[in-house]
């Protein structure tokens, strides 16, 4: 419970996965962070990334079958291990902490 | 195109190439139905990130996972603790082979120590060897022309061991080993006294030795001037040399060598001029000798000039030594490949924390060296073991042959260079054993052991375990038959079936000082009073005096027989004789077969042995003459023929034509007492030494080679064939602990194999197979896997057979019924180290080995 600290990038990461399912690979995550989270993203970063939240634990990837969605191949997808939801979990609390009673756009309007 | 990108991405360490290259497929789709361009150029820059990233992350993968060579080896440690069984089997058995090499490596190392004076390595012995053999005296003129070689040699001088009783007023007449030296001599060695000053050639002064000082004269600083009486002369003491000093063969006394005598008996040192070799010096000095000296019939001889560390090579001592080193040299590779085997076997059963290591970023050089580390441990530990096991050998074999090794700085001891010998041989094995093993786990592939749970059947591994067993068995195999033949050959040589009672004759020597004992009369009257007073013992059953000790030495001399013409190319035949007195043969039981034997008054009668008689007499050899060259050069008259006395030579196993000549023809100054105890031996030698103190209270008396006065002459014999004795001893234990080294490696792998397989063995037993036919499978494949190493292991022996057999004793090197026993034998350990993993795969519950348990 202790050291789950997630960077912002892993966050984006955990959050795609969750939000595709079983689409959750390379691709796909990459253009949904693209598209929603509004920055640029290379697939080098997310390979890299999916990497290191298996080896912390936080995601773990899963064989799925040819056919589904993967052009006739069998591919791997990404799926959140309850490490990586609790990591989220915590995540989100500690922003909101930090963020209670303050409202940013009034603040950032202000300079 | 395609499998040049995946082989990029897997260089660049990406686990899974064609998913990129199907994501880059998906976004190639996407991007055309959203119609962006421009996709080939973007795809370029996305591989070039995933390489990038990749590259990057096997850098922090590997940092994070480098291992710092401490905490390697405090990992090793901790492995080596948390399963011992392995780590110590193999410590254990390489402990055998340093063991064993440390001991060789200390006594050759002693053996070759150098003369501990300034400059030791120009000291030299000089001998003039003739084809009779090397001569034991020199004349005068021969030892002056020799001294006059002043390009060759700064010094040269002689020496002749000894041994005097020293008394003086407040000291007790005692026995010292002494030696007579020229003071060239002592201008050769370069050794300056610790008190006093080296006596001039004719003041008749004696030079003690250190230990002798402190024990005799209590250290007393006064000593030197005092008169003490030596041989019953009284004489100076010059000097004491300082402590160490003890040339050549551990004496403690020394004096004058007579200048008035005309010949020089002894042996020759020498200091060579700086810069001349001995090869040199041999050479020209050959040339000269020769020019003056060589004999009427123009026989020349070969002049010697080698250091004193040469004198190692004889006797049969040098072929010991190198025939143990073999030994060992084997011993060790079998030990290696066991290590290599067992640690092998461990790296398979590891194959799964190993492939862990590798998964989370190590390199194979990470895990080579991890294995690598953990060997060197266990070479390490087993070299300590080793160690002390060597110094015990060391101390034994000091302990054993060090009264009569030769000379006096020839120790052999544990010293800094034998453990620093030992320490390399360990690192080095360390990396041979643990190599191929290393190189193994590095290189298996990660993900199957990971894939297939702890059991890691690494087929190849096996197939490589199997094959260094089989190298261990056959060098175990071939090292247990020679082990078996030196055994043999050491109860041969226990047994001295000699022909005589060897344990119930005892020996002790007399050497008449020649001032009080110069004239021939006053010599024999002495011997007839001592053989007079031991016949009048009853401790005594009888007693005779010998020149030269029967099944030991005597004097050689050349043969000819009158009538018969020598062969001129054959080589003359030499004869061993031996002086005797009444009752010699009732003493060494020697049987008459022809004639009669010497009686008191004979004055050319010769009594000679059987083969002497069969081989150069013929059936008719009563009445023949013979004259034998070097040895009271006249006609003998054969009068008797007596049984053989059969010995075994120092190294070869000879039988030796011997003679047998009246005493009192040959005057002799030294001479042995040779006597059989009517009762108790130490009653009969008290006898003894009271009767010559009697006749002559300075009289020393000593021991024989091999003991001290009164051994029994089977001591002596066992002191001639110490070396091979030892030799032997060792040899015995070294290919015994060969065998077990191998035992130990077959019941490792059978062990490993066993575990392997025991669900095969679970599911064979669950349908029905019975514990016995289980365990007899186990039995059967381990016997037919050991069979090829046995075979090519008794061939191995077979082929060297001629080669050990020249110093086995009377054993011949190629005997078949020791071969089959050791097949036997063999194949019966063999049978026994794999019973014991068997029993226990058999034993177990069929139902808990398929669950996995």
């Known amino acids: 419970m202790g050291d789950e600290y997630l960077g912002e990038f892993e966050h984006l990461v955990l959050l795609a996965i969750l939000r595709l399912g079983d689409a959750a690979h390379g691709a796909p995550i990459r253009r949904l962070i693209e598209e929603r989270a509004e920055r640029r993203v290379s697939l080098g970063a997310v390979y890299s990334t999916l990497r290191r939240l298996e080896a912390k634990g936080y995601a773990r990837a899963r064989e799925q079958p040819a056919g589904s969605a993967s052009g006739g191949r069998p591919r791997r997808v990404f799926e959140l291990d309850r490490r990586g939801q609790a990591a989220l979990e915590a995540s989100r609390r500690r922003l909101d902490r930090m963020r209670l009673g303050l409202d940013v756009g009034a603040l950032a309007s202000r300079d | ?853």
């Open chain 2, 1 to 853: 195109m395609r499998k040049l990108l995946i082989r990029t991405l897997r260089a660049c360490g990406h686990d899974h190439p064609d998913e990129v290259l199907a994501d880059l497929q998906d976004e190639r789709r996407w991007r055309r139905s959203a119609g962006h361009r421009g996709f080939a150029i973007w795809a370029a820059w996305q591989l070039l990130t995933i390489c990038l990233w990749s590259l990057l992350d096997r850098r922090v993968r590997r940092d994070r996972a480098r291992i710092h060579p401490l905490l390697a080896l405090r990992l090793a440690a901790r492995n080596i603790v948390r399963q011992p069984g392995v780590p110590v089997a193999a410590a254990l058995t390489l402990a055998l082979g340093y063991g064993a090499a440390a001991s060789i490596f200390g006594v050759y190392h002693g053996f070759g120590r150098p003369l501990p004076v300034p400059a030791g390595e120009d000291v030299v012995r000089l001998r003039v060897a003739e084809p009779d053999g090397v001569r034991m005296m020199l004349g005068r003129d021969q030892l002056d022309l020799l001294a006059s070689v002043t390009d060759l040699f700064l010094s040269v001088g002689a020496f002749a061991g000894d041994s005097s009783i020293i008394a003086g007023d407040d000291l007790p007449p005692r026995r010292v080993t002494s030696a007579r030296m020229t003071p060239e001599a002592f201008v050769a060695l370069d050794v300056a006294p610790a008190l006093g000053a080296l006596p001039p050639a004719d003041s008749g002064a004696v030079v003690l030795a250190h230990d002798l000082w402190v024990e005799a004269f209590e250290a007393d600083p006064a000593v030197v001037g005092r008169v003490v009486r030596v041989g019953g002369r009284s004489v100076d003491v010059a000097a004491v040399m300082p402590p160490g000093f003890a040339f050549p063969y551990r004496q403690q006394l020394w004096l004058p060598m007579d200048r008035s005598d005309p010949d020089v008996a002894g042996e020759l040192v020498a200091r060579l001029v700086p810069g001349v070799s001995t090869a040199q010096a041999s050479r020209m000095l050959e040339a000269r000798w020769n020019a003056s000296f060589a004999d009427a019939e123009g026989e020349t001889a070969r002049t010697l000039v080698d250091g004193f560390t040469d004198a190692r090579g004889e006797g049969g001592e040098e072929l010991a030594l190198l025939a143990l080193l073999s030994l060992v040299i084997a011993l060790l590779l079998v030990s290696c490949s066991n290590v290599s085997n067992l640690m092998l076997s461990r790296a398979v059963t590891r194959s799964r924390s190993l492939a862990l290591h590798a998964a989370i970023g190590a390199g194979p050089g990470q895990v080579c060296l991890q294995m690598l580390t953990e060997t060197l441990l266990i070479a390490l530990g087993g070299a300590a073991l080793g160690l002390v096991g060597a110094s015990g050998a060391v101390r034994y074999i000091e302990g054993t042959l060090a009264p009569h090794w030769g000379y006096y700085w020839m120790r052999v001891q544990m010293e800094p260079a034998v453990a620093g010998f030992t320490l390399l041989l360990a690192a080095g094995t360390a990396l041979v054993a643990g190599m191929l093993p290393a190189v193994r786990a590095a290189r298996a592939d990660v993900s199957e052991p990971l894939k297939q749970g702890s059991g890691g059947s690494d087929r190849r591994s096996t197939r490589m375990s199997w094959l260094l067993l089989t190298g261990q068995v056959a060098f175990s195999a071939a090292a247990l038959v020679v082990a078996t033949l030196m055994a043999m050959g050491l109860f041969r040589t226990r047994e001295v079936e000699a022909g005589f009672p060897a344990a119930e004759v005892f020996v002790a020597s007399v050497s008449l000082d020649t001032d009080r004992y110069q004239e021939a009369s006053v010599r024999r009257g002495f011997r007839e009073r001592l053989l007079d007073r031991l016949n009048d013992s009853d401790e005594v059953r009888s007693a005779a005096l010998t020149v030269g000790l029967v099944g030991m030495h005597g004097q050689f001399g050349r043969l000819a027989v009158d009538g018969v013409e020598p062969d001129p190319e054959a080589r003359p035949s030499r004869i061993l004789s031996f002086g005797v007195s009444r009752d010699f043969f009732e003493v060494f039981d020697l049987t008459l077969e022809q004639g009669r034997l010497l009686l008191p008054g004979d004055t050319d009668a010769v009594v000679v042995s059987a083969d002497f008689a069969s081989q150069h007499l013929g059936s008719d050899a009563l009445g023949r003459r013979i004259r034998l060259e070097g040895v009271a050069e006249r006609w003998w008259r054969v009068v008797g023929v007596v049984s053989n006395v059969v010995i075994y030579d120092a190294s070869l196993d000879r039988r030796l034509d011997w003679a047998y000549l009246p005493l009192e023809q040959l005057e002799p100054v030294g001479f042995y007492v040779t006597y059989r105890p009517a009762g108790e031996a130490a009653a009969a030698t008290r006898v003894v030494t009271s009767a010559a103190t009697a006749l002559d209270p300075e009289l020393p008396l000593s021991g024989a080679m091999g003991g001290g006065v009164g051994v029994p002459v089977t001591q002596v014999l066992a002191y001639v064939r110490r070396f091979m004795l030892t030799a032997g001893t060792l040899g015995a234990f070294g290919g015994l602990a060969a065998a077990l080294v191998a035992a130990i490696g077959l019941y490792g792998i059978v062990a490993f194999e066993v575990g392997r397989r025991l669900p095969d063995f679970g599911l064979r037993m669950a349908l029905g197979a019975r514990r016995d036919q289980v365990l007899g499978l186990i039995v059967r494949h381990a016997l037919a896997r050991t069979a090829p190493g046995l075979v090519i292991g008794l061939l191995i022996a077979w082929a060297a057979g001629p080669y050990f057999g020249l110093f086995l004793f009377g054993v011949p090197g190629r005997n078949p019924l020791v071969l089959g026993g050791a097949a036997l034998a063999y194949l019966l350990v063999a049978a026994l180290a794999a019973l014991v993993p068997g029993r226990r795969a058999a034993t177990l519950d069929p139902a808990q080995v398929l669950r996995g348990e």
